[in-house]
């Protein structure tokens, strides 16, 4: 049987990837981060997660989780799942 289910509410700390902000969300995240740009990609960005290294470009954010995990998340996908805390 499928059972629908919906993401329990929880509070995540993010900073959005602006091209020429990696050192800051270095300190931040703790986490490893490589810049990989170049002249064909100058903005292009490695994180290292638990699941391995994935690559974020500028508008993507970057996502502390629960257990203090970092991934990278497209804006798109970032802006219909999280909300801003006021």
């Keep these: ?7 329990k509410p929880v ?3 993010a900073i959005q990837y602006t091209g020429d902000n990696i050192q800051e969300i270095r300190d931040w995240s703790g986490g490893d981060l490589n810049n990989l740009g ?3 990609y100058p903005t292009l960005m490695e994180v290292v997660t638990l ?3 994935m690559l974020a470009v500028i508008g993507d954010y ?3 989780g629960v257990e203090g995990e970092i991934y ?5 996908i970032f802006e219909k799942t999280y ?4």
């Excluded at 049987?1 to 993401?7: A, E, I, L, Q, S």
């Excluded at 909300?83 to 006021?86: G, M, P, S």
């Design 1 to 7: 049987m499928v059972n629908k289910y919906v993401k």
């Design 11 to 13: 509070q995540i700390e």
């Design 38 to 40: 170049n002249e064909e």
């Design 51 to 53: 699941e391995g290294s």
């Design 62 to 64: 970057i996502i502390k």
């Design 72 to 76: 990278p998340c497209k804006q798109s």
């Design 83 to 86: 909300n801003l805390v006021q």
